[in-house]
Each structure stands twice: as structure tokens, then as C-alpha cells.
Nanobody, 122 residues
């Protein structure tokens, strides 16, 4: 299983950005997936999660209403649409797949992408 995150960059406050996570390998389309982020000096934190079919999503309080997670299994890609970005959204964003326990816990995931940097400048 391989995950490849992309789409990060340097943006201004209130801008939008869309991250993509291309996945490949056996049965990834059957897995729950999620986005996490990690800012310098902080622990990796849950951002958003999605079930295998995309019918159910969950968000952290800090991004709910601003971020939207989706997936297109036909294209083997998961997305994170980020709107109204804030400086505190600055972090390396990681995609993860195959949560075996709680979808919000990083320790639950078997597979990780390499991360993409998002920097929000004020």
C-alpha cells in the first residue's frame, strides 16, 4: 500500500487550498482514511476522517465548517478541501489509511503518506 500526499503550499489568511492523497495497493478503497497534521513542536493531530465509501465523515473541532474531506475510489484519491485558512492551520499534513481502531487516533493507522507542507501567512 502506498499513499502520496500533494497540494500543499504557501497561502494567505482566508485563502483556500485542496490537498490530494493518491493511494494504491490492495484493498485501500475498502479502508477508512484520514488526514492528520503536525505543527513544529506539537504532536500529530487528527483533522478529518472518512469511511471507505465516503458516506460518513468526521472532523476535529478546529476545522469543522472550514474543511471538507472526500474520496473518489474510482480515481484512488482522497481530498481535503481547506477554506478560510488560518495561521494556526500551518503544519505538515499527512494522509493515513486503514484505521483498525478509533478513526481519530494516529496509532490506529497502518499506512501513512509522506506529508505535504501547508503554510498560512498572515
Amino acid at each position: 500500500v502506498q499513499l502520496q500526499a500533494s497540494g500543499g503550499g504557501l497561502v494567505q489568511v482566508r485563502d483556500s487550498l485542496r490537498l490530494s492523497c493518491a493511494f494504491s495497493g490492495r484493498a485501500v478503497s475498502d479502508y477508512r482514511m484520514a488526514w492528520f497534521r503536525q505543527a513544529p513542536g506539537k504532536e500529530r493531530e487528527f483533522v478529518a476522517g472518512i469511511t471507505w465509501g465516503g458516506g460518513s465523515t468526521i472532523y476535529s473541532d478546529s476545522v469543522r465548517g472550514r474543511f471538507t474531506i472526500t474520496r473518489d475510489n474510482a480515481k484512488n484519491t482522497m481530498y481535503l478541501q481547506m477554506n478560510s485558512l488560518k495561521p494556526e492551520d500551518t503544519a505538515v499534513y499527512y494522509c493515513a489509511a486503514h484505521a483498525t481502531e478509533r478513526i481519530t487516533a494516529a496509532s490506529s493507522y497502518a499506512y501513512w503518506g509522506q506529508g505535504t507542507q501547508v503554510t498560512v501567512s498572515s
